[in-house]
């Protein structure tokens, strides 16, 4: 693993279950801290697998992982929820906000696993609510528009500094006028914290804003995957 690396991902596979059932591979991919990667492919090519055997929510068949230096699933129970907390920020496609609950309520479930000290975190949830345009962080996220609820999604990814911040599909419920401005907004916010980002997508208009491009069949057919 070189230094400056945020993630670096070697001869991974995973099986889906059935003896005949497809599988998801990903040969090398190694990205730079800071550095802003999307990886695009059809619908059912594994985009969200992938993201998944990366943020350690799923088991790989095969494989390794390595987040910021620290192989991810070697890490078991709650010391792996504790890491990627602390370390990899994430933005669903339904963004899976806590319903029921505030902007900022949101926000600062993410800070439970930050090192921040517990006392500045109210302040640092409100600052980071209002540079990506939250008006109101007391409201309810269910009375939040369908982008207000994306920046907050943003926020919370981002709320612990993370090493890494994955994004799956983040632009899917936005028509493509306000597409473009999302991913803006997303990279903003991520370099603003030095993290690198991860992005897969099956939308071709987006690839130009990103720092490198990669088609998921080429990664699946790379040498070190049989």
Excluded: W
Excluded at 177 to 188: N, Y
Aim: hydrophobic residues 40%; neutral net charge; contains cysteine.
């Amino acid at each position: 693993m070189m230094a400056g690396t945020a993630l670096s991902i070697e001869n991974l596979m995973y099986q889906y279950p059935g003896a005949h059932g497809p599988s998801v591979r990903v040969g090398s991919l190694v990205v730079g801290e800071g550095e802003h990667v999307v990886l695009t492919g059809s619908s059912g090519s594994g985009k969200s697998t992938i993201l998944n055997l990366v943020s350690g929510l799923m088991d790989p068949t095969r494989g390794r992982v390595l987040v910021h230096g620290t192989d991810i699933h070697a890490l078991k129970g709650a010391k792996r929820d504790r890491f990627r907390g602390r370390t990899i920020g994430m933005v669903f496609q339904t963004h899976n906000l806590l319903s029921g609950f505030s902007a900022m309520d949101n926000v600062l479930a993410a800070l439970m696993f930050s090192a921040q000290p517990r006392r500045e975190h109210d302040a640092h949830a409100r600052e980071l609510l209002e540079r990506l345009g939250i008006e109101r962080p007391g409201a309810r996220v269910e009375a939040l528009s369908i982008g207000q609820q994306q920046r907050v999604a943003v926020a919370r990814a981002v709320a612990c500094r993370p090493a890494l911040v994955l994004a799956d599909e983040p632009t899917a419920a936005l028509d493509p006028e306000h597409a473009r401005g999302a991913v803006e907004m997303l990279e903003g916010a991520c370099r603003a914290v030095g993290a690198a980002l991860v992005c897969v997508t099956h939308d071709l208009s987006l690839v130009d804003r990103f720092d490198r491009h990669r088609e998921l069949s080429e990664l699946s057919n790379e040498a070190g995957v049989s």
